[in-house]
């Protein structure tokens, strides 16, 4: 079949969806090397690279606070200016540092994007391009912790307020608004890209502060990049121990595993498989599948023959619940159906109907989506200031891991003391090295750098999500390490 050039846009905006899907909530550690960011641009037909002029944009509306804004326009270019969202609030439970007034005593102007009153920070993701609000989670997620700490006082007297920038998923258009922002914020928080190499670049050098989680390994291995949830190349072994010991040795080692056919997806396909070799696990099916890929049938026909007893999958919901109808039309069932963090989606759970109750999923997020709000007070907390700045808006893991986010860089701002400056915040940065965002997330090192290792296990009854272990809130810590892979 010949492909007009419509609908080869269309597969290249599913891959780079896809690849920004797997890479975060399969919470793997699978990490962007900057030859993989730009091969999976260049799926995108007509996308400009990072060396050439990326046009003007229209930033999409975030907590209906953010207007037009023109887009960055190239590396060497002044970047087009972002937009000024809502103001924030930063605290954990009870309060970060929270003050009434408007700005405390003895407040000064500290450092550039500081005033006795506020603090201007940056936050650049990707809201519009290819895959229009695809990260637009990022921007939410801070904003909506912004706005909590900000009705405690702020930090210090000080509001706390967020210029956000789109980038359009492109790496020169990311660093152009990361050079445009640099002389008007403090820092940045929360930050969501598959092109953030381009924020990187602009950084490199400079002792600026970036709490956010890290899509390429040039944003990762930034001294002054500070993530909720550090996660080199490898995966956690923790769950593959769990299942062993609840399943047994005839059905770990006889494992099948789909994955999407694009590079993110692939490696974490095969850190998966060495990470669980280690404690004893066996995949003996694997299959690489392309995006919107209907007919499993043969993939049954062919595990049932092989007698596999058990499935993990790297796809999107849609994949995963064509796979799950599949099996079930054929009869063919498995002691194991861990579908992947990404079927914590409610499409998933209305297209594959029945054929998803009894399924098990490891995560490294609390149910974000509010099941665990009445045992996990930051899901309440983030649930409700998420519907403050963003009426409508679903959670989803951007939006949770840019909320953490928030609060790692509030924790560093209310130790830096009364008159922060960008070194003083980013020494506190350098002392946070056992985080969790009051349960939002297990325990990192984000100073070290250092990955989360335990995990929590949700299921599908009764058509709807339910957390299975720890059965009321927290994280499963002592069924084994983190293993951290070379590439």
Not at 243 to 253: I, R, S, W
Request: hydrophobic share 40%; charged share 15%; with cysteine.
């Amino acid at each position: 079949m010949r492909l007009t050039r419509g609908t080869e846009r269309d597969r290249g905006r599913r891959f780079v969806a896809l690849a920004g899907l797997v890479i975060i909530t399969a919470g793997c550690g699978t990490r962007l090397t900057p030859r993989q960011v730009a091969a999976q641009r260049a799926t995108i037909t007509g996308a400009p690279t990072a060396g050439q002029a990326a046009g003007s944009a229209t930033a999409g509306s975030v907590g209906g606070d953010v207007g037009a804004a023109s887009g960055a326009a190239g590396p060497s270019a002044a970047a087009g200016s972002g937009v000024t969202g809502a103001s924030g609030a930063i605290a954990g439970n009870g309060g970060i540092g929270g003050s009434t007034g408007a700005g405390a005593p003895g407040n000064t102007a500290s450092d550039i994007g500081v005033t006795p009153d506020a603090i201007t920070l940056g936050n650049v993701s990707t809201l519009t391009g290819p895959v229009p609000g695809l990260f637009k989670g990022g921007a939410v997620g801070a904003q909506a912790f912004f706005a909590y700490q900000n009705s405690l006082g702020g930090v210090h007297g000080r509001k706390l307020n967020l210029i956000v920038a789109d980038d359009r998923l492109d790496a020169g258009a990311n660093r152009a608004a990361t050079l445009d922002l640099l002389p008007k914020v403090f820092g940045f928080v929360g930050s969501f890209s598959t092109s953030d190499d381009g924020m990187a670049e602009a950084l490199k050098g400079k002792a600026v502060p970036d709490a956010g989680y890290a899509l390429s390994r040039a944003r990762y291995q930034s001294p002054v990049n500070f993530s909720p949830q550090p996660l080199p190349p490898g995966w956690r072994t923790g769950p593959f121990r769990y299942f062993k010991e609840k399943l047994g040795d005839p059905v770990v080692t006889k494992m099948a595993i789909f994955y999407t056919d694009v590079q993110v997806s692939r490696d974490a396909a095969r850190y998966i498989q060495t990470a669980a070799a280690t404690v004893g696990w066996k995949f003996i099916y694997t299959r690489a599948v392309e995006p919107n890929e209907a007919n499993f049938t043969a993939d049954v026909v062919r595990m049932r023959n092989q007698g596999v007893q058990g499935v993990m999958s790297l796809n999107d919901p849609g994949t995963q619940a064509r796979i799950a109808t599949a099996m079930q039309q054929q009869q063919f069932s498995v002691k194991l159906a861990d579908w992947g963090v990404t079927s914590y989606d409610q499409k998933f759970l209305g297209q594959a109907g029945s054929a998803a109750e009894g399924s098990l999923v490891d995560t490294q997020l609390a149910m974000y989506g509010g099941e665990d709000a009445p045992s996990v007070p930051e899901v309440a907390l983030l649930q409700k200031w998420m519907k403050v700045v963003a009426p409508g808006f679903t959670a989803d893991p951007y939006v949770a891991y840019s909320w953490a986010a928030a609060r790692l860089f509030a924790q560093a701002l209310e130790a830096a003391g009364q008159n922060p400056t960008r070194a003083t915040v980013l020494a506190a940065l350098q002392k946070i090295d056992d985080f969790d965002s009051n349960g939002l997330v297990p325990p990192a090192g984000p100073a070290s750098k250092r990955a989360p290792s335990c995990f929590m296990v949700f299921g599908v009854r009764n058509g709807a999500f339910v957390r299975a272990d720890p059965p009321t809130r927290g994280f499963i810590c002592d069924k084994g390490p983190f293993y951290q892979m070379a590439s």
